[in-house]
């Protein structure tokens, strides 16, 4: 990926200024690999993130690691039984701080290893952009690294929030265009960079090695970084797209939607030569949008039960409908922190196994010409909700 002067401040954001203490700053790789065993495919992700990284520059600090809190004095008051034994606190909580390296993988048996660093231990550079972190790095065309968290490290300390695993991951990467629009404000921005990104390489994860061909397996890049996450955090993406009018495979054609942003949500696509953005921080005159993510009725078959992902845009020239169905068996259940602190979380429901469908109108006077009518497989679906920290 070549990437000019914008995106090359696009990726610093957050590594200067009072942004780099309080917030979120993500980078995200998603694509498809092949089991060079069984020939199934799997979805995989791979993270850097910081946040709050700077609050905390020569340590580690989890939310979620258990600190106690009883002086010695304290102790005599609790076991003498006294009434200043009761207001005690035995905890001590603290903001979040540190860089992450993620890697998992989506669905039912979903997956995610977790390793954690202080900033000064990262290595950033801007000309050509690279990111360092131990033996992980990520730069503009090649990210790498390995994992390993053993099962008695894993059960000793929960506040990692992941699994237990070995994973190994050498990858190349280009982005087929770059996309620089998505969402902007004062408290987030959002861009899916690379709607369309090539991968290829191969992953060994838990015991099991996977082939990453850009012939088959097409990816997704994306950037986001804020004061939190929004809530409820909305995400919907794909790649894999058939056109019903033509029964071709679009293979130009991609699309990403996240939100919520002000009771909106953000779209970016493009349809082989046809280029469509609605970002929800645009006025609200420019466009109308009502979404929503809900279980349907269940079935008789309750490995048949579905989660509804469906998003409807009206503007003065375009109206899409997107309708995306995950099982609610292929979903799992992801927990990431918040820079809030005190515990709080996303809880996340992911899944990459979504089908669907989308339909491009174009308004011609007071008619709609219908541009295209596309099925949607392997569509990367997720929806959270923000809760508060158990203390």
Not at 144 to 171: Q, T, V
Not at 173 to 202: A, H, M, V
Not at 292 to 316: R, T
Request: charged share 25%.
């Amino acid at each position: 990926m070549k990437s000019g002067t914008k995106l090359a401040n696009d990726y610093k954001f957050g590594m200067t200024g009072a942004k780099k203490k309080i917030g979120i700053n993500n980078w995200r790789f998603v694509f498809n690999a092949i089991n060079t065993v069984t020939g199934s495919e799997q979805m995989f992700y791979i993270e850097f993130e910081m946040l709050n990284s700077w609050v905390s520059q020569d340590e580690v600090l989890l939310g979620y690691k258990p600190r106690v809190k009883i002086s010695a004095d304290d102790l005599q008051y609790a076991l003498a039984g006294t009434d200043s034994a009761k207001s005690i606190n035995t905890e001590d909580i603290v903001q979040p701080s540190y860089c992450a390296v993620r890697i998992g993988t989506f669905g039912s048996d979903g997956k995610q290893l977790c390793s954690y660093y202080p900033v000064k231990n990262v290595s950033f550079n801007l000309k050509p952009f690279e990111i360092i972190v131990d033996n992980k790095y990520f730069n503009e065309n090649k990210i790498g690294g390995f994992l390993n968290i053993s099962e008695a490290d894993n059960s000793a300390h929960p506040e990692y929030l992941c699994d237990f695993g070995y994973a190994k991951w050498e990858l190349t990467y280009k982005i087929k265009k770059n996309y620089k629009i998505g969402y902007k404000s004062d408290s987030f921005r959002w861009f899916p960079l690379g709607l369309q990104t090539e991968f290829s390489g191969n992953i060994h994860f838990n015991g099991k090695e996977y082939a990453v061909d850009p012939r088959r397996c097409r990816g997704y890049t994306e950037r986001f970084w804020g004061k939190s996450i929004p809530e409820p955090y909305f995400h919907v993406s794909a790649a894999n797209c058939t056109s019903v009018i033509s029964g071709k495979t679009l293979l130009d054609s991609s699309f990403a939607i996240t939100g919520i942003f002000d009771n909106r949500v953000s779209f970016v696509g493009n349809f082989e030569d046809i280029d469509i953005d609605f970002c929800a921080d645009a006025g609200k005159r420019q466009f109308s949008v009502v979404w929503d993510c809900s279980q349907m009725p269940e079935a008789e078959n309750p490995e048949e039960n579905l989660l509804h992902w469906s998003v409807s845009i009206n503007s003065k020239l375009w109206v899409i409908d997107v309708d995306v169905f995950c099982k609610i068996k292929e979903l799992n259940n992801r927990t990431l922190e918040l820079p809030e602190g005190n515990r709080k979380i996303l809880s996340l429901l992911e899944g990459g196994t979504g089908t669907g469908e989308i339909k491009l109108y174009k308004r011609n006077g007071n008619t709609l010409e219908q541009i295209e009518h596309a099925t949607l497989a392997k569509v990367l679906c997720e929806f959270g909700h923000i809760e508060e920290g158990e203390f």
